[in-house]
T-cell receptor, first 113, second 115 residues
């Protein structure tokens, strides 16, 4: 089945130690999104790629970066994780940017020690 | 800006009870509307959608009708099951003038169904 796959499902890192989360998709969608979801809250969009065009949300901290080396893969890099960055990180895709339901992966739960 | 307001949870129902989760929105244009469901420890799954006024989205016994006059998209199910226990998010998608494309989510409503 075509799907959005996130690895790993659970990630533990140390305060200040860079960490990378990965997402792959077999849907061949143009758009890939990264969301941060803290406990009992709605997902918050960090940024998205439309093809190779990177779009950062205005309030996304500089600590968060992303790479999309090809259509299928997208990475979320957190350069110096703080305790406040502990959350579920969700990757999603859509064929186009608007008027399309987004297809979500199961998420990576990030813990900071 | 766009916003979505949904009823506060948690909601606890007995199996086979009727479910309504209210959702209202504000938007400048003509948004598409969605309900997503999130089971414990998982990502979001699209439950149903509606793209224009008076459209009814339906899936797995859940229904919601896009009401432009009341700016609402309430989720309903006639008979809930224990397996429906999850968090439900109402969301809208609209192209903004600034060229920003994103889903705007409500805060989510946690549903627990007891046998």
């Amino acid at each position: 089945d075509a799907m959005v796959i996130q690895n790993p499902r659970y990630q533990v890192t140390q305060f200040g130690k860079p960490v990378t989360l990965s997402c792959s998709q077999t849907l061949n969608h143009n758009v890939m999104y990264w969301y941060q979801q803290k406990s009992s809250q709605a997902p918050k969009l960090l940024f998205h790629y439309y093809d190779k065009d990177f779009n950062n949300e205005a309030d996304t901290p500089d600590n968060f970066q992303s790479r999309r080396p090809n259509t299928s893969f997208c990475f979320l890099d957190i350069r110096s994780p703080g305790l406040g960055d502990a959350a579920m990180y969700l990757c999603a895709t859509s064929r186009e940017r608007a008027y399309q339901p987004q297809h979500f992966g199961d998420g990576t739960r990030l813990s900071i020690l | 800006g766009d916003s979505v307001t949904q009823m506060e949870g948690p909601v606890t129902l007995s199996e086979e009870a009727f479910l309504t989760i209210n959702c209202t929105y504000t938007a400048t244009g003509y948004p598409s509307l969605f309900w997503y469901v999130q089971y414990p420890g998982e990502g979001l799954q699209l439950l149903l959608k509606a793209t224009k006024a008076d459209d009814k989205g339906s899936n797995k016994g859940f229904e919601a009708t896009y009401r432009k006059e009341t700016t609402s998209f309430h989720l309903e199910k006639g008979s809930v099951q224990v397996s429906d226990s999850a968090v439900y998010f109402c969301a809208l998608s609209e192209v903004s003038g600034a060229g920003s494309y994103q889903l705007t989510f409500g805060k989510g409503t946690k549903l627990s169904v007891i046998p």
